[in-house]
């Protein structure tokens, strides 16, 4: 529980959410806020919203899209890669926020890959969804200046195909998902926590135990691959961007 100026915040790590209601709840505090966001089909579109949020490494994510992403997950946590990182603008400065991640549900099927053709075809209805399928950022809750001051990364969340526990986030085999970033602003007075959902169609992802098409896996590896050169060979003073690295 965190106290700002003697107002308790009861939005935390222990957030879900609840599917049915379309709200946050906070299993520690026995709390529940409308979720404000527009219904699924609506997030498909661009987002209007005062809030701004742009997507680090977009074109990356442009190609894993396009070779049919696969995100791998176990039982005991998959570490999701690549990170998500983004950048914000536009929030209150003295406003403290908090930033969580959702794998949000993209449709309600579910789907097996065909090696013949590198495809993914529908073979049945979706399983019912987690209700934990959020990561809340460690960081929050901060002031707005802060987050705005440079970019935001995720960099410890992790897939799980059994009970999410920690910075896990439960998700289904052979379901489809995409990157959600909901942005809660602790609002004085009756408005109460207000929420900004931004959804990322480039991350959209199909959740694997192991690879199923070696394309993505060497797309994978070979990012990987560059990441780590980088970050030994550029000196610490100078800014790289994955964005021109395709």
Not at 1 to 27: G, L, P, Q, R
Not at 38 to 49: I, R, V
Request: hydrophobic residues 35%; contains cysteine.
């Amino acid at each position: 529980m965190t106290v700002f100026n003697e107002k308790v915040i009861v939005v935390c790590e222990h957030a879900y959410i609840d599917n049915e209601t379309n709200s946050w709840n906070c299993s520690a505090h026995n709390t529940t806020y409308p979720l404000y966001r527009e219904p699924a089909e609506d997030l498909l579109q661009e987002d209007t919203t005062t809030v701004s949020v742009v997507l680090e490494g977009k074109e990356y994510w442009n190609k894993l899209r396009e070779l049919h992403h696969e995100m791998i997950a176990g039982p005991n946590g998959s570490r999701m890669f690549p990170n998500f990182n983004f950048r914000v603008s536009n929030l209150k400065p003295a406003a403290y926020y908090s930033v969580f991640l959702e794998a949000f549900p993209m449709d309600t099927s579910r789907y097996s890959f065909q090696k013949m053709t590198k495809t993914w075809v529908r073979i049945g209805s979706a399983e019912k969804e987690s209700r934990k399928r959020i990561y809340y950022h460690p960081e929050s809750p901060l002031q707005g200046a802060s987050w705005s001051r440079k970019p935001v990364s995720f960099k410890t969340p992790k897939f799980t195909t059994g009970q999410a526990r920690g910075d896990m986030m439960e998700v289904k085999k052979g379901q489809k998902y995409a990157l959600a970033l909901h942005i809660v602003e602790y609002a004085e007075g009756e408005r109460g926590p207000q929420c900004s959902t931004f959804l990322f169609r480039e991350t959209e992802f199909i959740v694997v135990s192991s690879f199923q098409n070696e394309d993505i896996e060497r797309a994978k590896m070979n990012h990987e691959t560059l990441t780590e050169k980088c970050s030994t060979a550029v000196p610490l003073t100078t800014t790289l961007s994955f964005q021109h690295a395709f």
